[in-house]
């Protein structure tokens, strides 16, 4: 097969994955609540106002999956949506990290809830750590990188919201250049916009391949 038909091959693999039945699963506060590590895991992780929840509806194809809102850091627990029947991958929403209002009890339980859950998840193939393309790398996500690093879990930087700057590729380019100092970060940046739908192809492929992994 050539290298053309493959990934015309590979898109259409990737776009009947989330064009099937997707359905919420269950919220986890603790990560001794979660279900049997019996399917592949691909987490979104990212910056409280990141976009996160209009990056996973765009991702699904569905307007009201997840809950978008404007107030930062509503999402306080593991998220977990089932894609395909018989489900063939789990999509976890983990909760926004850098609210700098948040109580800081909120933030410690947070920040011990993503770790472990990081850590400790062997079925878990990729993190997609999504960064604002009109801000770029701040400190709390290299920290996140660095943490994605010392765990050994494979993570994927995807920018959200490109349709709001001038040069996405020039963004994209400079987040690219730092993640290869990362050991566990993949080479590639996505460039996406959930509500133009740019990038969003590329992004259910990186997911596919996630599992396939």
């Known amino acids: 097969m050539s290298a053309d038909l493959a990934e015309t091959a590979a898109l259409d693999a990737a776009r009947r994955l ?22 592949p895991e691909l987490a979104l992780a990212g910056r409280s106002n990141v976009g996160k929840s209009s990056l996973l509806n765009a991702l ?6 997840a809950r978008t809102s404007n107030t930062p850091g509503r999402t306080q627990e593991l998220n977990l949506f089932l894609v395909g029947e018989p489900p063939l991958l789990r999509l976890v929403d983990m909760p926004g990290y850098g609210y700098a209002e948040a109580p800081r009890d909120i933030v410690r339980r947070w920040t011990r809830l993503v770790g472990d859950y990081l850590a400790g998840r ?4 990729r993190v997609l750590l999504l960064v604002d393309s009109r801000h770029g790398t701040k400190p709390v996500d290299r920290e996140v990188m660095a943490l994605l690093d010392r765990a050994a879990v494979s993570y994927q930087i995807v920018l959200t919201k490109t349709d709001k700057v001038k040069d ?6 400079a987040v690219a250049a730092e993640a290869r100092a990362h050991p566990a970060a993949h ?8 509500a133009k739908g740019q990038g969003i192809a590329a ?10 992994s």
């Open 18 to 39: 989330f064009a099937g039945p997707i359905r919420f699963e269950l919220g986890a506060p603790r990560l001794d609540l979660l279900p049997v590590d019996d399917l």
């Open 60 to 65: 699904a194809g569905r307007s009201g999956l």
């Open 122 to 125: 062997p079925n878990l193939r």
């Open 168 to 173: 996405p590729a020039a963004v994209a380019a």
């Open 187 to 194: 080479p590639e940046v996505l460039a996406t916009s959930a």
């Open 203 to 212: 992004l259910r492929l990186a997911a596919h391949a996630a599992i396939l």
